[in-house]
């Protein structure tokens, strides 16, 4: 083992003196007329066959070669640009690009979602590609934001694509998700199921987080910020990388790409295909999922340019759903990795709360320069999605899987599922007794995008828009594994209610959500020096129906029910001026009017609309200030958000572990704060990087009454109210937040990080209806601070450029709550860690892993 280790320490100093022997030039590549650094830029040394990319402040450096001095320089939306280097120089300094009307500028494109910085009057923060390959290792895509302020990202239960992310304390619903300008957010929850997106990480070029009214031009933006992720596209460099990870648990990650450059005939072709697999942090949580991403683009003319790109994540993975008190942890012999939700089924693990999803998404972009002073995008897209989850059956008089008696060893052991099968297999008549279903959530969605830019003198800018969706959702549960037996009696479906379900067949419910999207936008944008404002004017129409196929016979007119429409508008304008080179100042104020979810609609999954829904109502402001200058960059933000007449579902476990859900209407909040973050560079190869996050979320107003359903979509007993919320802090989501993080080159080649993570003030998420007495308030999680550590060593093997990749998450294995929800005491009316039930976060991981350029 010494003499390994005697070994590879020689190869790395050997690697290491041989690099610095070498000449490097260095230099930052700017935007010639705002002066703005241009991430992602492609640097090669001419002749040479080595190239490099532009870092998120727009800075490279390149070893130089003897013979070759010419550096070219290209991005896309840019003329490309060569460089002599004179002899003896080392530092270009900055390096000028001219946007150009001919090149493949899908930056253009999706360029109306992208803040500027000190231009846009909106708090933004940017994770570049660099940041993200460095960074992310084994973490799902969100947990990549987590230094971000106000953003808090979570694995929940741990399962691979379980995570999720709170922006500025509100959930997934609130906070709008782009791809390439794209909307994800599902149109009839306005969640986002990071499951369906699972290979984020993988083709993610860049990804700004803006919070509050962002500068997004859909017709009506999101409530809590805006999260608008730009995925690779047609590389102007050709070649490509091979990726090989492995880590704790069993996890295996494989990533081939490869880009053909722009061809003589101005043609360009990207692709992509990834396999990761592994078992999990927690027991029972294997999982297996692939991701491919292509993109072929042609210059057609000066004029014109097409872009087409499809990317799609199929993924099957096991869940831990049920969240536990913290005493059954403690008394599990796995501790906090215990996890009730799986089995063995025929000698092999088997979970009985998995999720399997494929959602590929298309779009086919035009971009086209009508003149000088105009022009015009526009984007087409589908998306497909298939899949669901599994969970076992809740049988009147059937098998309790939650039973000790069903379990192989004692209540913390894996489900004896065999033994379940063999109840099955004893019954006469092959009625299952237990059995996996599914709850499906199919969809097919289309939709166009397209935004006329004109520009009027010197300082006025006019844009104006349209924003088309059309979105059919197909809901159904289904028998997904008998267990041995032959069917299972269903008598939910009105036209048959004497169904013999085999596996695959609906039972439950099912139905169709159709939901159609028509908005248009129109803004002014005046920019006069240091002096840059915009005014914002949309306005929008989102109408819902639903058809049930199983609450209704086929001849009742109430099977499908009319349209229902929502109007919406949306007013905001903001203004940024720049004090001088170092300090600038920014304010923006917008009210806006959104349609309520779809389960407001219709509630209880009746067809018949609900009356008294109403528009959701948001007015937000934002004053800000930013500095910037050779060292330091640092930006401060105050905010405060009130949000009248919310709609949304709440999910609650009840007794056995049985799942129910509430539909909220009519709720009021306030969400307030102060953010700063900072990146510091006080001395060469060294940065520095750090914010803090200070929250002041809480509802404003009691219900008069709340509908609980069980899972399928049946109302249980009689509304529960009223319930007590005045008062009370936002849940789900820590109101405190924290980072720093050092970076340092200790070479050219090897380059260490460590990042520190603080959480506080958080209170657990509560269910509504336990809060029918006043002065109840639910537990808070204890605070906790996390370390993650990085470190990536950059060589040549052979005539390839490799860089060699090491992560340690959780560096000291802190044990502690990621998610918490309040639970009342009946008697005392007492909410504490003894009765509120959790999800412990995730303990130590690390990951290691090389790519090999080419």
């Known amino acids: 083992m010494k003499k390994t280790l005697l070994v590879f320490t020689l190869l790395v100093q050997f690697l290491a003196l041989g690099a610095l022997a070498q000449q490097t030039i260095k230099g ?27 870092s998120s402040d727009g800075s490279f450096s390149i070893k130089k070669q003897d013979g070759a001095n010419v550096l070219v320089i290209s991005y896309i939306g840019y003329n490309r640009k060569e460089v002599v280097v004179p002899a003896g120089t080392t530092d270009l300094g900055s390096i000028t690009l001219v946007s150009s009307s001919n090149t493949m500028d899908e930056v253009m494109i999706i360029a109306n979602n992208v803040a500027i910085d000190r231009k846009t009057p909106v708090a933004v923060s940017t994770v570049d590609a660099t940041r993200l390959e460095e960074k992310l290792s084994n973490q799902e895509f969100p947990e990549i934001l987590k230094s971000t302020p106000g953003v808090y990202a979570t694995r929940s239960g741990g399962g691979f694509g379980d995570s999720r992310m709170n922006l500025r304390g509100f959930q997934s619903a609130n906070v709008a998700v782009m791809v390439n300008g794209v909307p994800v957010n599902d149109p009839e929850s306005g969640r986002v199921f990071w499951s369906n997106w699972s290979g984020l990480g993988e083709v993610m070029r860049s990804t700004q987080v803006q919070r509050g009214l962002g500068a997004s031009k859909v017709a009506v933006p999101s409530i809590g910020g805006t999260v608008n992720i730009i995925t690779k596209s047609t590389d102007m460099a050709k070649g490509g990388f091979i990726y090989q990870g492995f880590g704790n648990n069993d996890f295996n990650k494989t990533t081939f790409s490869y880009s053909t450059g722009l061809t003589d005939k101005n043609w360009a072709f990207t692709v992509l295909g990834s396999k990761q697999g592994g078992d999990g942090w927690a027991e029972g949580l294997y999982y297996k999922a692939y991701t491919y991403f292509f993109n072929v683009s042609k210059i057609i003319n000066a004029h014109h340019t097409l872009s087409l790109t499809g990317f799609g994540a199929p993924q099957y993975h096991a869940q831990r759903f049920d969240r536990l008190t913290i005493e059954t942890y403690r008394d599990a012999p796995q501790g906090i990795k215990f996890n009730p939700n799986w089995g063995v089924y025929n000698g092999k693990d088997k979970t009985i709360s998995g999720n399997f999803f494929h959602k590929p998404q298309f779009s086919l972009n035009h971009y086209w320069t009508i003149d000088d002073k105009s022009s015009l995008s526009t984007a087409i897209y589908y998306s497909i999605g298939t899949g669901g989850n599994e969970f076992d059956s809740n049988l009147s008089g059937g098998v309790n899987f939650d039973d000790v008696q069903y379990r192989k060893a004692g209540k913390y052991s894996p489900l004896d599922l065999d033994k379940i099968a063999a109840l099955n297999a004893a019954t006469t008549d092959g009625k299952a007794v237990a059995y996996l279903q599914s709850n499906r959530n199919d969809h097919k969605w289309y939709g166009m995008l397209s935004t006329y830019n004109r520009k009027i003198g010197d300082k006025f800018n006019v844009l104006g828009g349209i924003d088309l969706r059309s979105y059919k959702g197909i809901h159904y549960n289904s028998v997904r594994n008998l267990l041995g037996a032959e069917y299972v009696l269903d008598a939910s479906n009105l036209n048959n209610p004497v169904n013999m379900a085999k596996t695959g067949d609906k039972i439950g419910f099912y139905n169709d959500g159709l939901v159609r999207w028509e908005g248009v936008f129109v803004q002014g944008e005046y920019s006069d020096g240091p002096l840059s404002t915009f005014i914002s004017l949309a306005g929008s129409n989102t109408s819902y129906k639903r058809i049930d196929y199983f609450r209704y016979l086929n001849t009742d007119p109430l099977r499908e029910s009319s349209w229902q429409n929502f109007l919406g508008y949306q007013a905001k304008g903001g203004a940024n001026y720049n004090i001088s080179e170092q300090h600038n100042i920014f304010a923006n104020l917008g009210h806006f009017e959104k349609a309520p979810f779809f389960n407001a609609i219709f509630i209880g999954n009746q067809n018949v609309p609900n009356k008294d829904a109403v528009n959701e109502k948001i007015t ?48 009021d909040a306030l969400h307030q704060g102060i953010e700063l973050d900072f990146v510091a560079k006080p001395v060469k190869d060294l940065s520095i990087n750090g914010m803090v996050s200070l929250g002041n979320w809480k509802w404003k107003n009691n219900l008069a009454a709340v509908q609980v359903y ?141 790519k090999i350029n080419f």
């Open 710 to 850: 069980d899972e399928n979509q049946q109302p249980v007993g009689s509304p529960i109210g009223p319930v007590y919320m005045s008062g009370l802090k936002v849940g789900d989501s820590p109101q405190t937040t924290a980072a720093i993080g050092v970076n340092y080159n200790l070479t050219e080649e090897f380059k260490i990080g460590v990042d520190y993570n603080y959480y506080a003030n958080f209170n657990a998420e509560f269910d509504p209806t336990t809060l029918t007495k006043q002065g109840l308030t639910p537990w808070e999680v204890p605070n906790y601070s996390l370390v993650d550590v990085n470190a990536v060593f950059r060589f040549k093997l052979g005539n390839f450029k490799a860089s060699l990749f090491g992560n340690v998450n959780n560096l000291f294995n802190v044990e502690y709550i990621s998610d918490g929800y309040a639970n009342f005491d009946p008697s005392t009316g007492i909410s504490n860690a003894s009765n509120s039930t959790v999800y412990f976060g995730t303990g130590r991981t690390f990951t290691t892993g090389l």
């Open 620 to 667: 937000s402001y934002e004053l800000g200030y930013g500095f910037r200058s050779q060292w330091l960059t640092a930006n401060l933000n105050l905010y405060r958000t009130r949000w009248n007449d919310r709609s949304f579902t709440r999910s609650i476990t009840g007794q056995g572990g049985a799942r129910y859900f509430a539909n909220l209407v009519g709720v």
């Open 28 to 54: 930052k590549v700017i935007d010639s007329l705002t002066k703005e650094t241009l991430p992602g830029a492609v640097v090669s040394l001419k002749g040479a066959g080595l190239s490099t990319s532009t």
